[in-house]
């Protein structure tokens, strides 16, 4: 009996859910960070691309 309710009360004890719930915010918002710098050059690279074949359908590149 003694062993279930101290199992009862871990299962049920959430004082560092907390901690682990910013950890994982920390962590995505790390990743999205360190994407969009890793990725900014080719996004920005594509949208420039983008926007000279809008302005230049002759362009070579314009497919």
Do not use: H, P, W
Not at 21 to 45: D, K, P, T
């Amino acid at each position: 009996m003694k062993i279930s309710n101290q199992m009862l009360k871990f299962l049920n004890d959430q004082s560092g859910a907390s901690a682990v719930e910013y950890a994982l915010i920390l962590a995505i918002v790390g990743s999205g960070i360190a994407a969009a710098i890793f990725l900014g050059g080719a996004i920005s690279g594509a949208i420039n691309e983008a926007g000279t074949c809008i302005t230049n359908r002759t362009a070579v590149d314009c497919t």
